[in-house]
C-alpha cells in the first residue's frame, strides 16, 4: 500500500485476468512506471503477459493499491469479492455493472469498489491482441456507488486517465441504460436486421450497398459473448426492445395501411437520433461534406491520394473505402467540413483524380 | 431512331428528369459521344443540366432511341407511359419496379419497358450534385418483365455499361424483394435503433463508439424520400418486417426468461447473415485482419501514414477513422488481408507509428 496522496496512483497494480483488456491496462501501467502483478487462471495467458512486459506472477505477499478484475461477465461477482478482501481498491471492467455491484452488496469492504468499463475493445481476444494505446481517447465509464469512497473514485479515475480515455462518471444504473442504447439495442437490430439477409439468394445479395454494410457489421460479433452481455443487462435492454416493438408494430400497421405519414414519423424519430450522437472529439456534430474519389486498388494509390489530399489543407474527418463489387477500382469517400469540400474536390480534379460529390 | 444493330445503344438518349441520377446518367452518356435530350418540369433543373453539358431540351421532333425516366416514385408510372407513346424503348431509375410496372401493365408499346435501378445516390440531391463517374462500378438491377423485347433488355443493360455500373439482372419481383432486404429494412431497424437514442441524456450518449455510429448512419436520410420508396415496396418490406417481429419477440421473452441460448440463436442468425454479404469486388468474403494507428488530427499526417503504409506494400482493403470524443487524436482502423496485418503494423512501428491490433 502507499502512502501518497488520496487519488494519487502509484501501484503496485493487480490486474486479474489477463486477457485482451487486463493485458491492455497492464502494458499502460507499466508504460507509466508502475509495478504491475498478474493473476490468471490460465497459466498460459500469464506467461505470455509477462512475456510482454505487462508484469509478473502475483504471489501471496503482494499488497497491491489497486486490483482490477477483467475476467468474464459471469465471474465478476465472486473476483471483485475476493479481491476487496485484501483491503485493496477495486474496479473492474465489466461490460454492465448493476449485477456485478449487486453480487457484492453485502461484502466487507465494498466501500472500496468503484465500477469502471473502458469503451474499447479488438477483433481479437487473449493477452498477445493487448495493446497499451488499446483505450486512447476512449470514454471510460467510472460508475461509483453511493458508498464508494471519494479516494477509490479517484484511484479508478487515475488509472483510465493513465490508460489516456476520457473518465465518464456515471452511477451503475444509468451505466446499463446507456450502453443498452448505446450498444446492446444497436447490436441485436444489427443482428435481427443481418439475420434476415441469411438465407437470402446470392443475386439478392448483389444488390448490398454500403448501408447494409454499416448496419449489420457490428453482427459479425461472437455471439456467446454478446449474449453473455446482453443477458447481463436483461432489464434495460428488455424495456428497450419493448419500445422498439411497439414503433416496430406502428411501421408495420402504417405501411399495411397505406399511412405514409405513420412511416415518416419513426424516420423522422432516427434522424433525431443521429442528430443526438456526439460528433468527433465531443463536440456537436458539425455539417460535412463527402467528396468521392475513384482509386486504382493496389499498393500506394491510397497514398498518392492522401499525398495530394494533404497538400490541399483540407483536414479529413473520416475515410471509407467503398466496396466495389464490379471491378479493382475503390471508391473513397473523404468526408470533411462542409465549406472545405468544394475546395478538396477542385483541388483533386487538379491533380488528374475522377471525383464527384 | 438508329438503324445500328439491335441491343446497340447509338442515341439519341432522352432523360426525363435532370435531378441528381438522371444528369449524371446524361454525363456519362456526353462522355460516351451520345446525344442527349433533356426534360424536366422545372426550367431551372433544365438550364442547369443543360449548362453543365448533359445534353440539350427535348423538342417536339426528337426521336430519342432510348428514354430514361428518372422522377420521384409517385410520378414514375404516368412518365413511363408518356415515354412508351413515343415508340422508343424505356426504362426508369426508380427504387422500387413492380409498382411503376404495374402502373404501364396495360400500355400500348409496354413490350419496350424495361426497369431499372442503379445502386447509386448521393447526400446531395439536384443536376449540380451529378457527375459521370457516379455508377462507377456499383450494381445496376435491370428487371425485364416477361414481355420486355430481347432488344429493349440489351439496350438498357448496353446503358448500365456505358455508365460504369455492373448489371444484374432480376424480376421486378424479385427486384422488390432484394431491395427491401439490403435496403429497406437494414433503413428502417437502423431509424428504430437511432430513434432509441433521441431523448436519451447527453452524458449517456457519451458512451457511443463505432458501433452505433455505423448502425445509424443511414438513419439519417431524408424521412420524406426514405418514406415513400418504403411505402412503395410495402408489401416486401412488410412481410420481411413481420419476420423481425417474431424475432424480436423471441428475443424479448428469452431476456425475460433468462434464456441465454434464445437471445445467442438470434445472435447466430446475425453472424451466418454478415457473412452471406458478397465480399469487395463480387468475390467471397476474405479472411481480413485490422490495424489499430493513432493520428494527429490535422492536415497531411494521413497523407504521412498512407505514404508510409504504401511503403510497405499492403494492400488496403478498408479504412476509417474512429471519431475520439475526447482528443485532437483520431484512432485509424487499417483493414487488410488478415495474413498481412503483421507486416503492416511491424512496418508502421518501424516508422514511428503507434498501433495496435
Request: neutral net charge; glycine residues 10%.
Given at each position: 500500500m502507499s502512502d501518497a496522496l488520496p487519488g494519487s496512483l502509484v501501484g503496485p497494480v493487480e490486474i486479474v485476468g489477463a486477457g485482451l483488456i487486463g493485458t491492455s491496462?497492464?502494458?499502460?501501467?507499466?508504460?507509466?512506471g508502475l509495478e504491475v502483478l498478474l493473476t490468471d487462471s490460465s497459466d498460459d495467458h500469464l506467461r505470455t503477459a509477462s512475456g510482454l512486459?505487462?508484469?509478473?506472477?502475483?504471489?501471496?505477499?503482494?499488497?497491491?493499491?489497486?486490483?482490477?478484475?477483467?475476467?468474464?461477465?459471469?465471474h465478476l461477482g465472486a473476483q471483485i469479492a475476493r479481491a476487496l478482501a485484501g483491503g485493496a481498491v477495486v474496479t473492474d471492467v465489466g461490460s454492465v455493472k448493476v449485477g456485478p455491484l449487486a453480487a457484492v452488496a453485502g461484502v466487507p469492504g465494498?466501500?472500496?469498489?468503484?465500477?469502471?468499463?473502458?469503451?474499447?475493445?479488438?477483433?481479437?481476444?487473449?493477452?498477445?491482441?493487448?495493446?497499451?494505446?488499446?483505450?486512447?481517447?476512449?470514454?471510460w465509464a467510472v460508475t461509483p456507488h453511493p458508498g464508494s469512497t471519494p479516494e477509490a473514485v479517484a484511484l479508478v479515475e487515475a488509472l483510465a486517465l493513465?490508460?489516456?480515455?476520457?473518465?465518464?462518471?456515471?452511477?451503475?444504473?444509468?451505466?446499463?441504460?446507456?450502453?443498452?442504447?448505446t450498444s446492446?439495442?444497436?447490436?441485436?437490430?444489427?443482428?435481427?436486421?443481418?439475420?434476415?439477409?441469411?438465407?437470402?439468394?446470392?443475386?439478392?445479395?448483389?444488390?448490398?450497398?454500403?448501408?447494409?454494410?454499416?448496419?449489420?457489421?457490428?453482427?459479425?460479433?461472437?455471439?456467446?459473448?454478446?449474449?453473455?452481455?446482453?443477458?447481463?443487462?436483461?432489464?434495460?435492454?428488455?424495456?428497450?426492445?419493448?419500445?422498439?416493438?411497439?414503433?416496430?408494430d406502428a411501421v408495420i400497421e402504417a405501411l399495411a395501411g397505406g399511412d405514409r405519414a405513420g412511416v415518416e414519423a419513426v424516420l423522422s424519430e432516427g434522424v433525431s437520433g443521429t442528430r443526438a450522437i456526439p460528433g468527433k472529439h465531443g463536440g456537436p456534430t458539425r455539417p460535412t461534406g463527402t467528396v468521392f474519389v475513384a482509386v486504382p486498388d493496389h499498393p500506394g494509390e491510397l497514398a498518392r491520394l492522401f499525398a495530394d489530399a494533404g497538400a490541399s489543407e483540407v483536414n479529413i474527418e473520416d475515410v471509407r473505402i467503398d466496396h466495389d463489387p464490379g471491378r479493382p477500382v475503390g471508391l473513397v469517400e473523404l468526408t470533411v467540413d462542409e465549406d472545405r469540400a468544394e475546395h478538396l474536390l477542385t483541388s483533386l480534379e487538379s491533380k488528374g483524380w475522377v471525383t464527384h460529390r
Open positions: 491496462i497492464a502494458l499502460a501501467c507499466r508504460r507509466a512486459g505487462a508484469g509478473r506472477a502475483t504471489t501471496p505477499d503482494d499488497r497491491p493499491q489497486l486490483v482490477v478484475v477483467a475476467v468474464p461477465p459471469d465494498v466501500e472500496r469498489y468503484v465500477g469502471g468499463h473502458p469503451m474499447a475493445g479488438s477483433e481479437r481476444s487473449g493477452p498477445l491482441a493487448a495493446s497499451s494505446a488499446l483505450f486512447d481517447g476512449r470514454p493513465l490508460c489516456g480515455a476520457v473518465p465518464v462518471r456515471l452511477t451503475p444504473d444509468e451505466h446499463d441504460l446507456a450502453v443498452a442504447r446492446h439495442l444497436p447490436h441485436l437490430l444489427a443482428a435481427l436486421a443481418a439475420g434476415a439477409l441469411a438465407d437470402a439468394p446470392a443475386d439478392h445479395l448483389a444488390l448490398s450497398g454500403q448501408g447494409v454494410r454499416d448496419v449489420t457489421r457490428v453482427a459479425a460479433g461472437d455471439p456467446a459473448l454478446y449474449g453473455q452481455i446482453v443477458a447481463a443487462n436483461a432489464h434495460a435492454v428488455g424495456a428497450l426492445l419493448t419500445g422498439v416493438r411497439e414503433r416496430l
